[in-house]
Structures are given as structure tokens and as C-alpha cells.
């Protein structure tokens, strides 16, 4: 080939590679905008669930913000207490048990209650070590139809480790605990 058959032939090649990238440019930056469409569609529908489940939940928080009933506020818990509100009359917790149980936490200084299974009205399944200390020694022992309050020193709760804004770090917590079922290992 002669030399303008060669530049020609570069010509063509630069042409066609700069068509090439041009193209390929068009091309990711389409499916960028496709992308962003997509997601600006998925967060507004996020958006969307996500206020309607924070509604469902502060309608269905009712006991949330009430104060704990038959309760007196309590500055200062030094150690677990476990008293019996009433003794259930089947199977007995034993230490790492599944149980189901309905409850209703409040905080021992002032009983402002945080949170409360009534309000969904579903008990909660959980294994006994996989809980809050103050749980885990204070459950066992119990039977299935019996209702026990928990006063937990924050040491035995969460300590510092604030779970939620509605329990401040090193708060010491009561539970009402009704027992409905127990699974012993």
C-alpha cells in the first residue's frame, strides 16, 4: 500500500473509533440517567413506606409515653428483683429456654413505659440467652400463666449501649412479663 492508502486507511480507523467511543459515551450515560430514574422512583416509594410504617407504629404505640400501672418510680436499682404478680400453674422456665411472652418495658426512675408487646398484640418468642442479663436470670423459674415484674439495674439491661432513643444509656428498666409458652432444652 502507498502512503495515502495508509493514512486513508488511519483516517478511517480514527473516525471509526472516535464514532465508537462517542457511542459507547451516549450509551453509559443513558443508562446512568435510566439508573438514576430508577432509584429517585425507589426512593420515593422507600420514602413513602417507611412514613407509613413510622404512623402504623405511633398508632399502634399506645402504651408508649403512659406510665407502668401499680408501679412506684425508683431512683436508684442496685440489684435484680424478681417478684411474682402471679404464679402461672404450667411448665416451669428452665435457664436457656425459648419462651413466648407478652411484656411492657418502662423505665424504674419515673415508670414511663418505652415499649410494650400489648401493642401489636403478639407475644414475642426469644431464648433466654439471647437477651438482656436481667431477662436471662430473671425468667427461669417461672411457669406458663404466670405474670412477674423485673426490676433490672442498667448493668443487667443495656448498660451504656442505649438500644433506642426512648431508653437513655445506663437506665434502669422494669418489665412486666407474661408468660404463655415455654420450649426447655
Known amino acids: 500500500m502507498s502512503k495515502p ?4 486507511f488511519a483516517l478511517i480507523l480514527a473516525v471509526l473509533f472516535l464514532a465508537t467511543s462517542v457511542g459507547a459515551g451516549i450509551a453509559v450515560i443513558w443508562q446512568i440517567g435510566q439508573d438514576n430514574k430508577e432509584n429517585v422512583a425507589k426512593t420515593e416509594t422507600e420514602k413513602t413506606v417507611n412514613s407509613s410504617d ?10 408508649q ?4 400501672a401499680g408501679f412506684e418510680p425508683i431512683e436508684k436499682v442496685d440489684k435484680l428483683q424478681i417478684i411474682d ?3 402461672g400453674d404450667g411448665e416451669e422456665v428452665k435457664k436457656g429456654a425459648t419462651v413466648t411472652a407478652h411484656y411492657t418495658g418502662a423505665l424504674a ?15 414475642i418468642e426469644f431464648r433466654l ?30 448498660g451504656a449501649n442505649s438500644p433506642s432513643a426512648d431508653i437513655p444509656a445506663n437506665a434502669d428498666l422494669v418489665f412486666d412479663i ?8
Open 5 to 8: 492508502h495508509h493514512r486513508a
Open 54 to 63: 413510622s404512623t402504623k407504629v405511633k398508632e399502634g404505640n399506645k402504651l
Open 65 to 68: 409515653g403512659t406510665k407502668l
Open 85 to 87: 404478680v402471679t404464679k
Open 109 to 123: 426512675k419515673n415508670g414511663t413505659i418505652f415499649q410494650s408487646s400489648h401493642d401489636t398484640g403478639d407475644p
Open 129 to 158: 440467652d439471647g437477651v438482656i442479663k436481667g431477662w436471662t436470670e430473671g425468667v427461669p423459674g417461672m411457669k406458663v400463666g404466670g405474670k412477674r415484674r423485673l426490676i433490672i439495674p442498667a448493668d443487667q439491661a443495656y
Open 178 to 185: 407474661e408468660l404463655t409458652a415455654v420450649q426447655n432444652p
